[in-house]
C-alpha cells in the first residue's frame, strides 16, 4: 500500500475465502490506496480471516444485510480509521468485487480522472469479458431505466467497481437497498448533476453459471433493481434534464 495516499479501497465480500485473499493483495498494489477494508457480510466461510491474512482491515455482518449495507458500511469504516489518524481530508472510495481476484491491481485507472478533479464518479467497463448465465435480463432493465430517468445509458450499469468522491458518496446515501444500489447510486448523481466518466479496465469476474443458485442470485439482482428504480420512478425525468458527463465514450487505458 502507499502510505499518506489519498486512496480507501472498500470490498464486500459473502462467502469468497477462495478469491478474497488475492483480490486484497491485488488491491494493495494500486497506487494511492493506503486504506484497505474488506466487509464480511454474514459469511459462513473464511472470508474474514483469508481477508485479514491477506492484510486488509475486516469489519463483519454478524448476519447478511445485503450489498448496499456493506458498501456503507465500509464507507463508514472508513471515516473511522480517518478519523484515528487524524486525518486533514477525506479519502476517495474505490470499491471492488470480492472475486476480481489479482486483477484487482488493474484497477487504479478507475480512480485517476477522480484524484484529478474530472469526474465525481468512475464506472469500470471490463475490456475482458466473462460470461455470466442470465444476466443479460438484469443488465438490460437497469440500463433501460437509467436512461429512462437521465437521459444517458452506461455501458455496464451493474458494474461495481466504481471510485467516488466521499462528497459523491454521501451525495447518493441512502443507498438503494441491496443488489439496487449501483443503479440507484447513478440515477440519484446524474440528477444532482455530477459527473460520471466511464474507464475501461482489465479487470475480470470469476464466470457464473446457469444452475440453480445462479438463477436464484440473479432473480434476487432483478428484484433489486426493479425496486430502486421504482422508487426513483425514471418515468418522471426533470424537463431539460441532461446527463452531467465527463466523457462520452469510455476511456482506454
Request: charged share 25%; with cysteine.
Amino acid at each position: 500500500m502507499s502510505p499518506g495516499g489519498d486512496l480507501a479501497v472498500v470490498i464486500p465480500a459473502r462467502n469468497e475465502s477462495d478469491r478474497i485473499g488475492a483480490t486484497v493483495k491485488g488491491a494493495a498494489q494500486i497506487p494511492g490506496v493506503d486504506i484497505l477494508v474488506v466487509v464480511d457480510d454474514g459469511s459462513c466461510d473464511g472470508t474474514g480471516a483469508e481477508a485479514t491474512v491477506a492484510g486488509a482491515t475486516v469489519v463483519r455482518h454478524a448476519r447478511t444485510k445485503g450489498k448496499a449495507a456493506a458498501l456503507e458500511t465500509g464507507a463508514e469504516s472508513v471515516r473511522l480509521i480517518e478519523a484515528e489518524r487524524g486525518a486533514a481530508e477525506p479519502h476517495h472510495l474505490l470499491f471492488l468485487d470480492a472475486d476480481l481476484g489479482e486483477t484487482a491491481a488493474h484497477a487504479g485507472p478507475l480512480a485517476e480522472p477522480v484524484t484529478a478533479g474530472r469526474a465525481d464518479m468512475t464506472i469500470a467497463v471490463f475490456t475482458t469479458k466473462v460470461k455470466r448465465g442470465g444476466h443479460g435480463l438484469v443488465v438490460g432493465l437497469s440500463g433501460a431505466g437509467i436512461e429512462r430517468a437521465t437521459g444517458w445509458r452506461p455501458a455496464e450499469p451493474l458494474n461495481g467497481q466504481r471510485c467516488l468522491t466521499r462528497a459523491a458518496f454521501e451525495a447518493a446515501r441512502p443507498l438503494a437497498p441491496g443488489w439496487g444500489a449501483e443503479t440507484g447510486i447513478t440515477i440519484d448523481l446524474m440528477r444532482k448533476g455530477m459527473r460520471i466518466e466511464e474507464v475501461q479496465v482489465p479487470l475480470a469476474h470469476r464466470a457464473t453459471g446457469t444452475d440453480l443458485g445462479s438463477q436464484v442470485h440473479r432473480a434476487r439482482q432483478l428484484a433489486g433493481v426493479a425496486r430502486a428504480l421504482l422508487a426513483r420512478k425514471p418515468w418522471l425525468r426533470l424537463e431539460g434534464q441532461t446527463a452531467s458527463r465527463a466523457n462520452g465514450q469510455a476511456d482506454s487505458t
